[in-house]
Each structure stands twice: as structure tokens, then as C-alpha cells.
């Protein structure tokens, strides 16, 4: 049975990858603040916003364990100015964003199986600016920067390491979207498909990479994000 490790497996799209590789019949250990509502799951309590407890916490779980896979779902985002945004509040957002996956992949990469796969999910603000995100933006910038050099660095091992780049997904973390109607509108003429997307048309693009169909697609960044970062309005 193949053994997969989903960090911020107990909500939104973290949530949706653990549910559905247990599904298909594989093991999943979580790693969160909160415990999953799925039971099936195996789950270790961690903290992501304190990135350096993480190497000693996940050694002492997955100690000789050998995995198939590993998908980094963790992330969070500033809503203010530049002249609002703490350093504080900056640091926040690159602790959970980045660097707690930097130490994840560095710490677990010794107990992955040749030609497994890590997964990190970014986003389209990855490639794109926006106001008042200046840390939120910058931190998935970094991600895909960080996926590529990881790429290259663990090609030796047979570990493919990619990212994928979501548009709007109906989340936790978008919840407020959907209660402001102008800002829903912009947002649907951003994707040129008109619509929001789903945890589960993500979770898709995941197990893909984590798959052997995959087998040949390192260092790249899957966006799925209906046609969000094809489009410009003229």
C-alpha cells in the first residue's frame, strides 16, 4: 500500500487530497494544527507557524517510515497596505507559506521512496502582483522559485518536486469572497471560465503529480486556474 504525507490535511484543499488517497486505498498521515474530521486519517499534531519545532516533530513521527509522497496544502494571507503590513505579520505568512515547506520536504526527503513526488500548492498570485497582498504574493513567488531548486536538487534521489497554482477555490481561506458580491463579479471575469473553482478539481491536479503518469514533470508549476493567468482585460 502506498503511504502519502499531507501537511494541512484537516482543512480545505489539504483536506480533499487526504479524503481522496484514501480513497483510492492508499495510507495518509496529516500533519496539522487541528485534528482531520476523517478518522481513517493517521494525524500528528503540528504547528506550521513555528517552523523550528518541525524538523525534531516530524522525525520523531515518521522515524523509519517510508513514503510515496508528499503534499505541502498548508498556506494563509494578508489582507492590508503596504504601510499596514507589519514585519510581524510578514514573517507570519513566509513562516507557513514557506518556509515550514522548505523544512518539510529538507527533513522528509530521506524517508521518501525512489520516483515518489512532493506537491506544494501555490497560486496564480505566484506569477502575478496584487494590492494589499505584498507578503501573501511574494511568499508564492518564492514557493515556485523554491520548487524549481528542490527540483533540481533532489533529482539525483528520483524525487520529482512540482506546484500547482490555483485560481479562486471555494476554502476557508476564500470564505469572505463569496459574501461580497462585487468582489465575487471580478473575481468570475478574472477565470475566463466564469466561475470559482472547486477543492476537488485541485485535489485532481495533485494526485496526477503524485502519479506515475506524471512520471517525466519536475520542477514545473500545474496551474488550475480557469484560464485566470491567460487573460488580461483590455
Known sequence: MKKFIVFGGSSGIG????????IEGFSVLVFDRIK???????????DLGNPEAIPSLIKRK?????????VYCAGVREICSLDELSY?????????????????AKTCRYNLN?????????????????????AYVASKHALIGLTKCLAIEL???EIRVNSVAPGVIKTPLTNDYYQDHKLME????????????????????????????????TGSTLFVDGGWTAFKDI
Open 88 to 104: 510581524t505579520e510578514w514573517k507570519k505568512v513566509f513562516s507557513i507559506n514557506v518556509d515550514s515547506f522548505f523544512l518539510a
Open 36 to 46: 482531520p474530521s476523517n478518522d481513517k486519517v493517521d494525524f500528528f499534531e503540528l
Open 155 to 157: 533529482s539525483p534521489s
Open 114 to 134: 525512489k520516483k515518489s513526488s512532493i506537491v506544494n500548492i501555490s497560486s496564480v498570485s505566484g506569477v502575478l502582483g496584487e494590492p494589499n497582498r505584498s
Open 186 to 217: 471580478k473575481v468570475n471575469n478574472n477565470h475566463i471560465m466564469k466561475r470559482t473553482g472547486e477543492v476537488g478539481e485541485v485535489s485532481e491536479a495533485i494526485k496526477f503529480l503524485l502519479s506515475n503518469k506524471a512520471s517525466f514533470i
Open 62 to 70: 515518521i522515524s523509519d517510515h517510508i513514503f510515496d509522497g508528499l
Open 15 to 22: 483536506e480533499k487530497v487526504a479524503e481522496d488517497l484514501l
